[in-house]
Structures are given as structure tokens and as C-alpha cells.
């Protein structure tokens, strides 16, 4: 039985860094090239912010245009929660330092780690908070600057990350619009098929691990993709099943845009057609949490949905990490 939506989004923005990594440039760093990159991925290009740029930037970016859109002032806003695994410093959370950058003095704040489920994760707790804690003015925010923890010289995976944030404000539902299914899950077994083993506390900060070159992303890239096809496609079956509808229903499906060919898995195993499905990998690469409220915010701003639209948004990450919701704007 479906229930009454609880939580709308009211206003998105995204920032991205200016500065463009392109698969020519990466070609200079790693013995790489572009087809390989193009038929592998689909994946063009990507934005990288400068040295020294942290996650509360962009995040705070995103966040301010998310607010002007919405037309909510930073000091209405009661609670940010921030996916991210990335954060400026581990600790405080990021969330905090953007509260202090956009001046939401009256909100809390805090990160949730979902890897590239961050974002819907952070929905989903971001709403349950909403019915609970009567918080009436949410900031969700997905960020990551994924380009702090590459190893360059690492080709398996340098070549597929960007930077980014994207942010929505939430407030109570009116009618039928806001999130009307949502959906997650986790797999613990599988942690050391996708991880970033560096700088906690298994391995601290040392020389050593550095030159054991454990700061960098490790991935079994296989192994994902074949998880990620199938927890996928289970999240969106689910959150359809709960939402009592079916994949032709929605106007718009945004996938996590790991890569085009897991995207294009994905959109066979429904039968979508293409026009059904928001792709902008090819442009930003995978910026893990922020990638599905980037597309979100592109898709708004580009007049690809528009009010009372249907959108199913899914994604899979490390973890491993997997969900799904279905949102009416
Ligand atoms: N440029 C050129 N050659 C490369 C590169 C590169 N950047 N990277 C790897 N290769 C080589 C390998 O060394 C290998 O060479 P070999 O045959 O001589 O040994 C060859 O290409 C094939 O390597 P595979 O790893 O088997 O390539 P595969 O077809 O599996 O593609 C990829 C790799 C793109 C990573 C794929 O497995 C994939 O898309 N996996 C999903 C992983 C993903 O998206 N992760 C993102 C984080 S998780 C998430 O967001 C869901």
C-alpha cells in the first residue's frame, strides 16, 4: 500500500570545478588513451578541482543554489546531511563546515558514508527525520572530491572519477509530489571488491602507507559492474513494486553514472529507451555521491522534467552499498 509522500524537493544546484581533465590529458599521466577510455566507459571527460579546493566549497555552492532556487534562506534550514567520503578532514563532519560557510546557524548537521550511495541514502534519512523529528527545511547534499584520494599512476582507476556536488532542499510534501518510494541496502562481505584502505585507522597516516600506495582506490572493476547491473536492478524493482508502478510510469530514470556501460546494462534488463534515461558521464565522469543530484539539478534546470514528473533515481557503491527512490517533483 503506497503511502503519502513525506518529504518535496523544493529547490537543487550542483557546482562543479571550472578546471577540465580530458582523456587527452590523462593520456600525459598514465599509459592510457582516449578509445579505450570512450569504449570502456564512455566517459570524456571529467571535472577536477585545483589543488587545495576542498568538498565545503563546492558543497556549500551547490547548497547556496539549491537555496535560492527553492527560495529557503539559509537560517530556515533545520538539519544538512552530506554523503560524502571525501570530506574536507575527517573531521568535523563537512556537513558542519557548510552550515558555518552558507550560515545555516540554525541547523544540524552531519556526514553519512555510502560511497556512491551517499546521496540517496542521505534522502532517505533526511526524510525519515523529517516524519520523526518534525524537521520542516532539509539541505541533502552529495559532494565528493574524488581526485584527493586517486593514485595517479594507478590506470584501472585515475581514469574514471571527477569532483562535484549537487544539493536539494526538502520540505513536507503538498499533494501527491515528493518521494514516494525509497529503498536501501548494504553487503559488508564485499568491501574488499571496491574500497580506499589509506589514512583510517587500520592503516594511519604514515610514510609507508604511502609508498604501499594504500591512499589510492582499490577495485575489482568486474566484479562491480556485475554486482552493480544486479543490486540495481533489484532496488529499482523494489521501489516500483512499493510505489505500485511500473518502469513505463516515470518520465525519467537517473542512474549513478559510474559508466555508460553499466547504465546501458541497467536500461536493457528494463527495456527503456534511451530518451528515458539521464546519461551525462560522459562529461563529469564518476563523482560518486554527487552524481545523481548533478543529473537531478541538470535534468530540472534543462527542462528535461518539470513539476508533477516521475523520476526513479538508483545507484550501487562501495560497501558495497545500493539504492533506489522514486520521487514526483
Ligand atoms: N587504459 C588502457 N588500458 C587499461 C586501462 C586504461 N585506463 N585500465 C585497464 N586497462 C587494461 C588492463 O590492464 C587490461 O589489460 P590486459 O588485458 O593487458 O591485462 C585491459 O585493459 C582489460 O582490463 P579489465 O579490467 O579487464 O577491463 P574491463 O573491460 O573490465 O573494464 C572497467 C574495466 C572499465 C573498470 C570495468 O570493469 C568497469 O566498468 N567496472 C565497473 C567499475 C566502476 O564503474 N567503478 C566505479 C566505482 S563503483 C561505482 O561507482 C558503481
Redesign the pocket.
Known amino acids: 500500500m503506497i503511502q503519502k509522500p513525506q518529504a518535496m524537493i523544493l529547490g537543487t544546484g550542483r557546482a562543479v570545478p571550472a578546471r577540465l581533465l580530458t582523456n587527452a590529458d590523462l593520456e600525459k599521466i ?4 582516449d578509445q ?2 570512450v569504449e ?2 564512455g566517459i570524456r571527460q571529467r571535472h577536477v578541482v585545483e589543488p587545495g579546493v576542498p568538498l565545503s566549497e563546492l558543497a556549500s555552492e551547490a547548497a547556496q543554489k539549491a537555496l535560492d532556487d527553492a527560495g529557503v534562506t539559509a537560517e530556515e534550514i533545520d538539519l544538512i546531511v552530506l554523503g560524502t567520503v571525501t570530506g574536507d578532514m575527517k573531521f568535523p563532519a563537512t556537513a558542519c563546515l557548510v552550515q558555518a560557510r552558507i550560515g545555516a546557524n540554525r541547523a544540524a548537521a552531519f556526514d553519512l558514508s555510502a ?2 550511495s551517499g546521496f540517496l541514502y542521505c534522502l532517505q534519512v533526511a526524510g525519515a527525520l523529517m516524519q520523526t523529528a518534525g524537521y520542516r527545511r532539509v539541505l541533502v547534499i552529495g559532494g565528493e572530491v574524488l581526485t584527493s584520494m586517486i593514485d595517479w599512476e594507478d ?2 582507476t585515475c ?2 572519477f571527477g569532483d562535484g556536488a549537487g544539493a536539494v532542499v526538502l520540505g513536507p510534501s503538498e499533494g501527491e509530489r515528493g518521494v514516494l518510494a525509497s529503498f536501501m541496502k548494504s553487503d559488508g562481505s564485499h568491501s574488499s571488491l ?1 574500497y580506499n584502505p589509506g589514512g583510517g585507522s587500520l592503516h594511519p597516516v604514515s610514510v609507508e602507507m604511502v609508498e604501499q600506495k594504500l591512499h589510492g582506490i582499490r ?1 575489482n ?2 566484479e ?2 556485475r554486482h ?1 547491473v544486479n543490486s540495481m536492478a533489484g532496488a529499482l524493482r523494489q521501489v516500483l513494486e512499493d510505489a505500485e508502478m511500473t518502469v513505463e510510469d516515470l518520465d525519467l530514470i537517473i542512474p ?1 553514472q ?2 555508460l ?2 547504465i546501458e546494462a541497467l536500461a536493457k534488463r528494463f527495456r527503456l529507451p534511451t530518451e528515458k534515461v539521464y546519461v551525462n558521464v560522459d562529461r563529469y565522469g ?1 563523482t ?1 555521491a554527487a552524481s545523481i543530484p548533478i543529473a537531478l539539478d541538470e535534468a530540472r534546470r534543462n527542462g528535461r522534467v518539470g513539476p508533477g514528473a516521475l523520476v526513479g533515481m538508483v545507484t ?3 560497501g558495497f552499498t545500493w539504492a533506489a527512490a522514486i520521487l514526483r517533483l
Do not use: E
Open positions: 598514465v599509459d592510457t588513451n579505450w577510455i570502456r566507459t560511497a556512491c590506470r584501472d581514469v574514471l571496491l577495485m572493476g568486474r562491480v559492474f552493480a549513478h559510474a559508466n556501460r553499466i564518476n560518486s550501487f557503491g562501495g
